[in-house]
């Protein structure tokens, strides 16, 4: 069944279930994978079936394909510190970044590396516990309280990161991309990010304002809170939920081998930091006018 799931101001929508391969044949996809994954001693060893049934699902029940973005994944994880380390769900800041919902309505005190932090904490639960393997996802971003002080926090290195990472080596499915309580500068949000953007994600971009009836032609009131117009229960209730679910598996955030890779363990030397990421700098010194 069609699920939502909250990640303060992200919804994910999971939208119809694929044909799946039989018991059989999944069981001999995951063995090869498993089996591929112990002789890769670079790679994190402690990845659950959940998990690795993702990167399947993802690529299509490939296992050759799902190597790839496996390797993908873990390898842009750790060049990117700043957003997959030091991911305590209790510490200070992650714990603000919750009570804000991802985005703090003061800019000053907006931290854009912590807001990602906390939304890939969330999506990395996810990615653990849910057993269910949607055909798509559907997230709906609110961007509600964002002002262009926000954006020039904003750094271009790590953007630049967090647009790799979430089209090339997320495994997810996406489906549709909604954005609501779309802000009068959303242009000027949008030539920012479009030189990091792929044609196919720019195709799944839905804008909508306040008023969310447009969104209900992709969305079903059924998936969405009762904040939304929608019949799945209360965010806040969602909210609470989600929160106390994170703090009980803390120790799946402390544990960061699960989630780098050991470049001292890799067969093949290479430059992949340097080639995955070059650009410096943030907002701040772009025009946003």
């Not at 402690?46 to 390797?71: H, M, P």
């Not at 769900?89 to 990602?116: H, R």
Request: charged fraction near 25%; proline fraction near 6%.
């Amino acid at each position: 069944m069609p699920k939502l799931t909250n990640i303060f101001n992200v919804l994910i929508t999971n939208m119809g279930m694929d044909e799946k391969p039989d018991k059989d044949q999944e069981e001999h996809h995951l063995h090869a994978l498993r089996e591929w994954l112990e002789r890769q001693e670079y790679l994190p060893q402690n990845i659950n079936d959940t998990f690795l049934k993702r990167f399947l699902n993802c690529c299509n029940n490939s296992v050759e394909t799902a190597k790839g973005l496996i390797d993908l994944c873990f390898t842009i994880r750790s060049q990117t510190p700043e957003i997959f380390e030091n991911r305590d769900p209790l510490s200070p800041s992650i714990q603000n970044i919750i009570k804000t919902s991802l985005c703090d309505p003061d800019p000053d005190k907006f931290v854009y590396a912590d807001s990602l932090k906390t939304f890939f904490m969330f999506s990395d639960l996810r990615m653990l516990t849910d057993i269910n393997l949607p055909d798509g996802e559907v997230p709906i971003f609110d961007m509600s309280g964002l002002c262009l002080r926000h954006i020039s926090k904003v750094s271009l290195h790590l953007l630049k990161k967090y647009m790799q990472y979430t089209q090339e080596a997320h495994p997810v499915r996406l489906k549709q991309i909604h954005i609501i309580n779309t802000p009068s500068f959303v242009d000027k949000m949008m030539l920012l990010i479009k030189p990091f953007l792929k044609n196919e994600t720019g195709r799944m971009m839905h804008f909508h304002s306040s008023d969310l009836s447009t969104l209900y032609e992709y969305v079903p009131k059924d998936l969405l809170p009762e904040e939304y117009g929608g019949e799945s229960g209360k965010l806040s209730d969602l909210k609470s939920q989600l929160t106390q679910k994170l703090i009980n598996n803390r120790d799946l955030f402390l544990d960061e081998t699960r989630w780098k890779v050991d470049e001292s363990k890799r067969p093949v030397k290479d430059n992949k930091s340097k080639q995955l990421f070059g650009i410096e700098g943030s907002f701040r010194s772009l025009s946003i006018d």
